[in-house]
């Protein structure tokens, strides 16, 4: 499975219709120590024959690893581009569904904000286009398309699919919309958080807490690793998060129920 994957994102980074896409590709992909650490790190949340929900795939790179684990994995993604590199990756992969929408509080739809020049940071946050504009490190990133698309809840995945093991949430400063969509605990879960757009953080925080996930943890940018090792109050990651430096940029919180 490996060496097909392998063969199709090859064919992928040649495609000029994804030009966009070559460079996540090229980050993304190719790098197996890169892929060791993400496989051992997300080992303590997922096992084979488990299901897991991806929102926010992008270029999929995290579903790999979740197949390479032995999970299920359903992915949500709004990008056309996006969409089109994961159904090539994973054609074959019947272990894998792609799912052609955000995910959101409501269901129906929603504008996407697309950065075209980094497809990686389109939202469908107007709140989070404007804190990132003029702020250190974001001077030079523009959202300069709009499109519609649909919207689901976890909710309705939820009841759809099953309910997963994992959840991984990563959509540029719509994590709470995405949580308000959620009623109920999920076993474990991760929210990307932005230093840009730290009350999209607290509000997932306070809505995990009222839904019953009592403990969290925080992994800073790319780094696959928990900060305190051990599951801390919501309200311990809360003031950690308001004590980072603005260079941090981003991470994710991880909670358990």
Excluded at 40 to 46: C, E, G, M, N, T
Excluded at 193 to 205: K, N, S
Aim: charged share 25%; hydrophobic share 40%.
């Amino acid at each position: 499975m490996a060496a097909a994957t392998d063969t199709r994102i090859a064919a992928l980074r040649t495609d000029p219709a994804l030009s966009l896409l070559h460079r996540s590709l090229d980050v993304y992909y190719g790098d197996p120590e890169r892929d060791a650490r993400m496989d051992a790190f997300y080992s303590r949340f997922v096992s084979s024959g488990d299901l897991v929900f991806d929102i926010g795939s992008h270029v999929g790179d995290h579903i790999g690893s979740f197949r390479r684990l032995g999970a299920r994995v359903v992915a949500v993604e709004p990008q056309p581009l996006c969409l089109r590199a994961l159904r090539a990756i994973y054609a074959h992969d019947d272990q894998v569904t792609v799912v052609d929408a955000a995910c959101g509080a409501l269901p129906g739809h929603t504008r996407l904000h697309v950065n075209s020049t980094n497809p990686t940071v389109s939202t469908a946050s107007p709140d989070f286009v404007r804190a990132a504009k003029g702020a250190d490190g974001w001077a030079d990133q523009v959202w300069d398309a709009d499109i519609e698309v649909p919207v689901v809840t976890v909710d309705a995945l939820i009841e759809t699919y099953g309910v997963p093991t994992f959840t991984k949430i990563d959509v540029e400063g719509f994590e709470d919309e995405v949580l308000a969509g959620l009623s109920r605990p999920l076993p474990a879960l991760s929210f990307e958080f932005t230093t840009i757009a730290r009350p999209v953080a607290h509000r997932g925080l306070d809505r995990l807490t009222a839904l019953g996930f009592h403990g969290f943890d925080i992994a800073l940018g790319d780094d696959k690793s928990l900060t305190f090792e051990r599951w801390r109050a919501a309200s311990d990651v809360a003031a950690y998060l308001d004590d980072l430096p603005h260079s941090t940029n981003s991470g994710d919180v991880y909670c358990v129920s």
